[in-house]
């Protein structure tokens, strides 16, 4: 059955780096877009990062230069380097395949605090 598994999530202070990943399987992961969703307490679900299955990625402009998306077609994983964490990035974060189908992960928490 299809499974996107996110790992990677934790407690770091401002400032820090923390790296996501989400292990996919049950479908044909380099026919899809992937993207990192997140959702902060209270809030809605916003995208982060999207790359599409030629590379080509696009980012919110509240992490554009801080994090940064990529994917291993060879591994079906898809990552979120995150550097310059802000306490304002803290939030459940899921990661997201689309294409004929749309797929999503239970989640990783993050959470940025001193």
């Known amino acids: 059955q299809v499974q996107l598994v996110e790992s990677g999530g934790g407690l770091v202070q401002p400032g820090g780096s923390l790296r996501l990943s989400c292990a996919a399987s049950?479908?044909?992961?380099?026919?899809?877009?992937m993207s990192w969703y997140r959702q902060a307490p209270g809030k809605e679900r916003e995208l982060v990062a999207r790359?599409?299955?030629?590379?080509?990625?696009n980012y919110a402009d509240s992490v554009k230069g801080r994090f940064t998306i990529s994917r291993d077609n060879a591994k079906n994983t898809v990552y979120l380097q995150m550097n310059s964490l802000k306490p304002e990035d803290t939030a459940a974060y899921y990661c997201k395949a689309f294409w004929l189908r749309v797929y999503w992960g239970q989640g990783t928490q993050v959470t940025v605090s001193s």
């Open positions: 049950g479908f044909t992961f380099s026919n899809y877009a």
């Open positions: 790359i599409n299955n030629v590379g080509g990625t």
